[in-house]
């Protein structure tokens, strides 16, 4: 097989040699052509350094032939191809140029036509491919991916850690133009316990990695210089970038508590209360897991108190949970310690070397090398003070079973405390707490309990068959303290209570065929006390009514044919298991309904009711709007005219500036008894404030004062002596004695405390004799100008004139004492023609007596 294939391989060198030959000996026979025409052409080779930084237009050679009857061009990549413009060749001198500068990494060469033309004819004489070389040169420095970077890392990040890494490229193509070193120049700042290192590999990454310990308290950022310098000549380039690389910081400081000892005072009863607060130090990041402090409490083993940490101030405070016992341990002694929330590092250096990494020493949690440092503490003394406590049932809960027949003072169970205070361990009363029953007693000094009343299982007040009270257990401290302990009595049920009926009313519906009702019973007692009950229809109910379908609490009432709609009232008599019967009253309703399955006999009621109710309704209404016209047929009928008063007015001032003899004349009136004399500021007081009817027009005025108005009124008309009046029309004083009758009786009803409507109608029938009125009003002027003129002519003749002083208003001060002035009970008087509704009203509001208070100036 070795062989063979051997021999393939010698035949296919031998073939492609053959081929070789042959082209050869084609391009020789060709290229004799051409020389035999061009006959002797010289071309030099062209290349371009791209690092050449000279003149332009630069001269790169000539292309020499002996004949002188063409012209030189070329065609192609920097000609009339991209990059165009670089080059440019003289026709008559085939002097080639270079016009600009050329980048080798863009373009390794250019690809020329050459072309020989006759200066005749202008046809191509020769034509010809030139290929330039471009000279690569070191002209690119090496660049990195970014010119900065910047990364965080954890200060207990370990040495030889790889932290960052970099890479850069060099655009030269030459391979010792392309290689280049990185390296670190510089780290800002200075480093002491560590120091930078960079490893390259694949000749374009650098990876930065550190000997030692980061120690975030020396420096919280560093800042790195790395620099590529290639291989160039004659001159090497280089670049840098920028590293900024921050140091976070960890746990490496421990939180140290600056108060060493605390002594602080509880009372025993105390709970949830503040005590103390632990103040700390810490050289960590503040508000960071590194700087806040945890606290742990030691020697607590019941419990009783908690810590928490105070974000702001990183302090402890220190709660107490639950109350401390004076009795079991008066003064009591914790432990508290301190610690980070992020776990302890601590990092240090043993020993540096230039080979391989430092010898370091490591310390906390998260190292594993070596145990952290004893965490700060604080010795905290708490003193318990003693203070009066509850006491304490033995059993603060207890059940007694009890039949609910059973006698009074039956005893239930005993309770007993203790106090846990040594002082007062044998003063402890014993009192009734929640008994809402009142069912029970308690012995003040022994804790026996016992029943009052007879128990009742069917009580509201019992739940389940369970009645439950509490029980008080007080000592005689200051403040007394009580303890609670509950009674719960489970009461057994006996056969008490007779069964019931839900519904004693039932509806059927008429039909010929048999129709049924169910009936309910129920039993406040408990089995077998209760159902299933025995049903049994009592009287004479054959063949009308009977009992089927009986279950444990329920049967069905059965009409029979011969029962008609109407109402009818049945006993039916319950008994329970135990033989306890009730008789109970059935209302049975037979009647039509529209819906056999839902007898409802109480909506023909209802509709029966309210058809009777409405035109019960229908009848009164109208009977009330008759007498309602006829009522106001009556008041038009009987409405008195209207008679405009005088507008007269003889009251009016007269105005007088003169004090002479004869002007000023004093008033002297006869003290005859007929007259009585009221003082004009006289006073009456009452409670009555009802307003008066005159005519119809309203005063507003009490009662009471109208009442007293008339009385001077009549007083002082009775005062003139009507005989020794002459009187011109004998009408005059047969009207005026008429209207003081009529007066009379007004002021008679207003005593009697009759309503202002009961005195407005006593008006309006008085109205017929006070047609008169002016009269009458006539008659009184006449009388009082009479007396007026009297006294002028008496008081004239004096020839005394005695000035007098008055009093400016409301200067004068006056001590008057008030006397009684009784009035007599006015009886009413059956006479007076009054109708049905104001005598009914009179009767009512009739006071039982009524006093009146005046007073009278003294002459």
């Not at 001159?235 to 921050?246: A, D, E, P």
Request: charged share 25%.
């Amino acid at each position: 097989m070795r062989d063979w294939l051997l021999k393939q391989h010698l035949d296919m060198e031998i073939l492609h040699l053959s081929l070789l030959v042959t082209l050869c000996m084609g391009v020789h026979r060709s290229s004799s052509k051409i020389l035999q025409r061009q006959k002797r052409w010289i071309i030099d080779s062209f290349t371009i350094d791209e690092s050449y930084n000279g003149n332009f237009p630069h001269s790169l050679g000539h292309v020499k032939i002996e004949e002188d009857i063409v012209l030189f061009q070329i065609h192609g990549q920097g000609v009339d191809k991209e990059p165009r413009g670089v080059l440019r060749m003289t026709e008559e001198t085939g002097e080639l140029w270079l016009l600009s500068p050329v980048d080798h990494e863009q373009y390794q060469a250019f690809q020329l036509t050459f072309q020989a033309i006759h200066k005749t004819d202008r046809s191509v004489h020769t034509q010809l491919s030139i290929i330039i070389n471009i000279v690569d040169s070191n002209d690119c420095a090496p660049t990195f991916d970014r010119e900065n970077y910047e990364i965080s890392v954890k200060e207990s990040t370990l040495q030889g850690s790889e932290l960052i890494a970099v890479k850069a490229t060099d655009r030269d193509l030459s391979e010792k133009f392309k290689k280049f070193d990185l390296q670190i120049v510089s780290v800002i700042p200075q480093p002491r316990d560590v120091e930078f290192y960079l490893t390259q590999f694949l000749d374009e990454v650098g990876k930065i990695s550190f000997k030692g310990c980061l120690d975030h308290e020396q420096a919280d950022k560093y800042t790195i210089i790395v620099a590529a310098k290639d291989h160039g000549e004659p001159q090497q380039l280089s670049s840098s970038c920028t590293i900024v690389l921050n140091i976070e910081d960890e746990n490496n400081h421990l939180p140290v508590i600056t108060q060493q000892k605390a002594v602080v005072r509880v009372k025993e009863d105390q709970e949830n209360i503040l005590l103390l607060r632990v103040p700390v130090t810490d050289e960590d990041v503040k508000d960071s897991p590194s700087w806040w402090a945890e606290f742990h409490i030691k020697e607590d083993t019941d419990n009783n108190f908690r810590i928490t940490t105070d974000k702001k101030t990183n302090e402890g405070i220190l709660y107490l949970n639950k109350s401390l016992d004076y009795e079991k341990t008066p003064v009591k002694n914790i432990t508290i310690t301190a610690k980070n929330e992020a776990p302890y590092y601590a990092c240090k250096v043993l020993e540096r070397s230039t080979m391989g990494l430092w010898k370091v020493a490591f310390a906390g949690d998260s190292a594993g090398k070596a145990p952290a440092p004893t965490p700060s503490r604080q010795q905290v003394t708490v003193i318990v003070e003693n203070v009066n406590e509850a006491p304490i049932f033995d059993m603060s809960h207890q059940s007694a079973r009890v039949m609910e027949d059973t006698e009074v003072g039956t005893y239930l169970k005993t309770f007993s405390a203790k106090d846990p205070d040594v002082k007062n361990a044998d003063r402890i009363v014993y009192k009734k707490g929640k008994d809402p029953a009142g069912w029970v007693s308690v012995d003040a000094k022994t804790g026996k309990v016992t029943t009052t009343k007879i128990l009742d299982r069917e009580s509201s007040f019992v739940n389940n068959s369970l009645y439950v009270a509490t029980i008080h257990a007080a000592d005689d401290g200051k403040p007394p303290k009580t303890a609670t302990a509950t009674l719960s009595i489970l009461i057994s049920d006996v056969n008490d209570n007779t069964p019931v009926l839900v519904s004693n009313i039932i509806d059927l519906c008429q039909s010929d065929e048999h129709s049924m009702a169910r009936i309910e019973a129920s039993d406040l007692d408990q089995e077998p006390n209760a159902g299933p009950f025995n049903f049994k229809l009592l009287g004479d109910v054959k063949d009308k009514w009977s009992l089927d379908g009986a279950h444990a609490s329920s049967v069905n009432l059965v009409k029979e044919k011969a029962v008609h709609s109407g109402h009818y009232d049945l006993e039916l008599a319950v008994a329970d298991l135990q033989g306890k019967t009730a008789v109970h009253s059935l209302s049975v309703t037979v009647c039509k309904c529209s819906d056999p399955t839902k007898p409802n006999c109480r909506i023909r009621k209802s509709a029966v009711s309210s058809t009777g109710g409405a035109t019960v309704a229908i009848i009164l209404l109208s009977l009330l709007l008759i007498a309602g016209l006829l009522l106001l047929a009556l008041l038009f009928s009987c409405k008195p005219d209207k008679i405009p008063l005088a507008d007269e007015s003889y009251g009016n001032l007269m105005i007088s500036n003169t004090e002479t003899q004869g002007t000023d004349c004093e008033v002297v009136f006869d003290s005859d008894p007929k007259f009585t004399r009221i003082q004009a500021t006289s006073q009456v007081r009452t409670t009555a404030a009802n307003p008066m009817y005159v005519n119809g027009l309203q005063s507003p005025v009490s009662q009471t004062e109208s009442l007293l108005n008339q009385q001077k009124t009549m007083q002082w008309m009775n005062s003139f002596d009507y005989g020794e009046t002459c009187v011109e029309d004998s009408t005059q004083y047969s009207q005026l004695r008429r209207d003081r009758a009529s007066s009379h009786g007004l002021m008679r009803m207003q005593s009697m405390g009759a309503s202002s409507n009961a005195g407005m109608r006593l008006q309006r029938r008085a109205s017929s004799n006070t047609t008169n009125w002016p009269n009458r009003l006539h008659f009184q002027e006449t009388m009082l100008k009479k007396e007026l003129h009297k006294l002028e002519t008496q008081s004239c003749k004096q020839d005394e004139y005695r000035p007098h002083v008055y009093a400016e208003e409301g200067d004068s001060q006056h001590n008057f004492e008030l006397d009684a002035i009784s009035i007599a009970e006015v009886n009413f008087d059956p006479n007076l023609e009054l109708d049905y509704k104001f005598k009914q009203l009179a009767s009512i509001c009739m006071p039982t007596g009524n006093t009146v208070y005046s007073t009278q100036a003294s002459d």
